[in-house]
C-alpha cells in the first residue's frame, strides 16, 4: 500500500482543499491529512476560524482522505513520514523547496493550487463586504 501525507490548516474549507485532497490521494492509496492543531497556529500567530476538531471532522467526512492526525510542531514531519511508513508527502506549490529536506525518507511532490481561491482569499473578500 502506497501512503501519501499531506499538511495544512483547512480552514473555511473551499474547493482547492478538494482539489489538492482528491490529487494527494491520486498518488497512492492511502492518504493522511495532518491539520493544524489550534496550539501549533497560535505559535504560527494564526488564528482558524473553526476550531481545530471541527476542522478535523470535515476532513474526516471527504472520501479522499483515510486518516486524519494533528500537527503539534514544525519539525513532526519526518517523525511522522516514519512513524506512518509515509511514501509521498504532497504540499502545495507554494511551498516548493521548503520540505525538499524530506527526500531522504520519502517522495516530495508539490502540486499546483486552485486559480483564484485560498483561505486568505476568503477572508479578505469578507472584510472588504463589511
Not at 22 to 46: M, Q, W
Not at 74 to 88: L, M, P, T, Y
Amino acid at each position: 500500500m502506497k501512503k501519501v501525507i499531506t499538511y495544512g490548516t483547512f480552514d473555511l474549507f473551499h474547493v482547492g482543499h478538494l482539489n489538492i485532497l482528491k490529487r494527494a490521494k491520486e498518488l497512492g492509496d492511502y492518504l493522511i491529512v495532518a491539520v493544524s492543531s489550534d496550539a501549533f497556529n497560535a505559535i504560527k500567530g494564526k488564528k482558524a476560524y473553526h476550531k481545530d476538531v471541527d476542522r478535523k471532522a470535515i476532513l474526516e467526512a471527504i472520501r479522499y482522505v483515510d486518516e486524519v492526525i494533528f500537527e503539534e510542531s514544525w519539525d513532526q514531519k519526518i517523525k511522522d513520514v516514519q512513524e506512518h511508513d509515509v511514501d509521498v508527502f504532497v504540499m502545495g506549490d507554494d511551498w516548493k523547496g521548503q520540505f525538499d529536506f524530506l527526500k531522504d525518507y520519502c517522495e516530495v511532490v508539490y502540486l499546483p493550487r486552485t486559480e483564484g481561491i485560498s483561505t486568505t482569499k476568503i477572508k479578505d473578500d469578507l472584510k472588504d463586504k463589511m
